[in-house]
């Protein structure tokens, strides 16, 4: 049979099989194998191709500090827009210091104890601040005393002797003052502006006088500590209206 397959005869009973392939049937084995062989050769470079890719993409990340995500930071450090920083927000930094810039930066005047803080502050809120002292001011163990109230002259209207309102309420404030000092003596001087005749001012800054004196007894102020007089226009100081006002007055003198 190896003849005849050498001399390219088919041998017996080998039919349609043999001729499919063109071949005897030891030479189809042998080029079976050179076959697989070929292939196997053939899956080693690809192989060896794909690891090479795959070590290639691994090495061509972001180079630092940039980065895609923290693994891309040293320990310790966290990917922030990109870039490697040290803290993210100030619970990334130890205490006492906040996360400026994506950098951990001391906190001016911080502490955590009194330990902390220079003399005459305490700690409060992580913040040294001045200590507030306990001491309640000392009060002042002597009573003020007020000053003692003084005797008002009262005004009166142009050639008038009656009381206005404003005059009475002048008399009242001078009648408490006299009871509280316990003034023994009081004199009441009339005055007039220089507009009349002299006598006429004189009689007139008397009755003035006498008027304010009855109504002090009336108000409890004893009729023999009080006493009246008039200068009329003699003291008389103005020259326009605003200023006579001044002039026509009462005086209290205390004796």
């Known amino acids: 049979m190896a003849n005849l397959c050498q001399e390219g005869i088919w041998p017996p009973g080998d039919g349609s099989r ?6 005897c049937p030891g030479r189809r084995a042998k080029l079976a194998g050179l076959m697989r062989e070929e ?3 053939y899956r080693i470079p690809m192989i060896a191709l794909s690891a090479c890719v795959a070590l290639l ?7 630092y500090p940039n980065c895609d995500n923290d693994e891309n930071c040293h320990q310790g450090e966290y990917c922030v827009n990109g870039q490697c920083q040290a803290c993210r927000d100030d619970n990334d930094c130890p205490a006492g210091q906040s996360c400026n810039a994506g950098r951990c930066d001391p906190i001016d005047g911080y502490c955590s104890s009194a330990a902390d803080c220079p003399d005459g502050q305490e700690c409060q809120g992580n913040r040294c601040v001045a200590t507030q002292s306990m001491e309640m001011p000392m009060a002042d163990e002597t009573p003020s005393t007020p000053p003692p109230c003084s005797l008002s002259p009262v005004y009166f209207d142009f050639d008038a002797d009656n009381l206005s309102s404003g005059t009475r309420d002048a008399i009242q ?3 408490r003052c006299i009871q509280e000092r316990g003034i023994a003596r009081v004199h009441l001087t009339g005055y007039c502006d220089p507009r009349g005749t002299e006598e006429y001012n ?7 006088a006498r008027n304010v004196k009855r109504f002090l007894v009336s108000l409890g102020v004893s009729r023999r500590s009080v006493s009246a007089s008039s200068v009329g226009e003699e003291m008389a100081t103005g020259t326009s209206e605003s200023s006579w006002s001044r002039d026509r007055r009462v005086d209290f003198t205390e004796r």
């Open 18 to 23: 043999g001729r499919k392939f063109g071949m």
């Open 39 to 41: 292939s196997f050769m």
């Open 57 to 63: 993409a691994a090495a061509c990340g972001p180079t």
């Open 173 to 175: 404030a001078n009648a």
């Open 202 to 208: 004189l009689a007139l800054g008397d009755r003035r």
